[in-house]
């Protein structure tokens, strides 16, 4: 029993939402609601209820540096797209040059891949599950782009970095005493980039570093230091 001006506050069980707040709003779903007794005898408003838990299922989007020219733009399709139930699964299948981290703190390593098929060893699809607030929790969890291969640099030549991912570029240096074949004694160019690019094979889709079409040769311009 309540009494005049008193208020009743009422939780929703598991699977079910405050009516006063929707999975449309993008934010989490409440899960309590208050009415007050009104001297009528009533509560107020009278028109608050409990209500099933539905979450959106939203597409991946890539917003941070990282993925290149597909920054802010979708890079996983989720099945079913339509609203989820309470504890619902939907699948996130991540585009071709992405995979799906395992959880927030994961970092990938070159050295882990062995064959053609990328996703036999980086998963393409990932899970997550509608939960109690109108939302799919990803707990860091999202789609990435994958690593490239270990960069095995030219003879006469270092990386100072042969772990990159998709989009990612890094430089190849000639040693000292070397420059790169095409350049000229005013150039004395040493620097090459490297690209980690989308590519598919007989067996499966990957990335791979796209080394210059170039060597480093004994240096036209004669020695330079080591950077």
Known sequence: RIFNQEPLRTTCQAGFRSSTSTHASGGACALTHSATCQPTGLLSPTTQTCQAVRCPAHQEICEYEPCGADQNTPVGV???????????????????????????????SCTQLGGDNFYDVFPKLGQLTCGPVCQTPKNGRRCEPLPCPCIT??????VLRNDIRYWETV???????????????????????????????????GV?????????APA????????
């Open 171 to 205: 430089n190849v240096t000639c040693d000292p005493g070397f420059a790169l074949s095409t350049t000229t004694a005013e150039e004395c160019s040493k620097d090459a980039p490297v690209t980690c690019s989308l590519n598919s094979t007989s067996t499966g889709v």
């Open 78 to 108: 989720p099945t079913p797209t339509s609203l989820l139930s309470f504890n619902e699964m939907v699948t996130v299948d991540c585009n071709k040059g992405y995979f799906f981290t395992p959880n927030g703190s994961y970092a990938p």
């Open 220 to 227: 036209p311009c004669g020695a330079f230091p080591h950077p």
């Open 208 to 216: 791979y570093p796209t080394l210059p079409d170039t060597q480093c």
């Open 153 to 158: 640099p030219p003879p006469n030549a270092f």
